[in-house]
């Protein structure tokens, strides 16, 4: 059996709210999609994140939206890649960039991503 990576024992602990949920599943789009810079290792904590917070509430996206993001990481084409895009930069619409950039660097903070790169942005 193995242990359970420290970022998802967090997960399952850390006090986080509904926009914190909104911005891991954002993240996970923008892997999904190609567009995202962090580095590998952070992109696999980022889906570690996502797939224990996916089932608690936020305030932007629905089981439709999971299941999308399912179907995705099964498998990916240039269709769905435009359709998990362009859900993406709906949720980007309605978080804020400063909220962003908050929730990452409280992962940073919580040592659940490294220090900020300069490219990751």
Not at 53 to 61: D, T
Not at 106 to 113: A, H, V
């Amino acid at each position: 059996m193995s242990a359970e990576h420290p970022a998802v024992a967090w997960a399952r602990t850390a006090p986080l709210t509904p926009s914190d949920v909104d911005c891991t599943t954002t993240v996970m789009l923008k892997i999904l999609d190609g567009k995202c810079k962090m580095n590998p290792r952070e992109k696999d904590i980022i889906a570690l994140l996502y797939d224990v917070l996916k089932a608690r509430p936020g305030r932007i996206f629905d089981d439709a939206d999971h299941a999308l993001i399912a179907r995705a990481r099964s498998g990916i084409d240039e269709a769905m890649v435009e359709r998990i895009y362009e859900q993406r930069l709906l949720a980007e619409t309605m978080i804020s960039r400063p909220v962003m950039k908050a929730y990452k660097a409280m992962l940073r903070s919580s040592g659940i991503l490294d220090e900020k790169q300069e490219e990751d942005e």
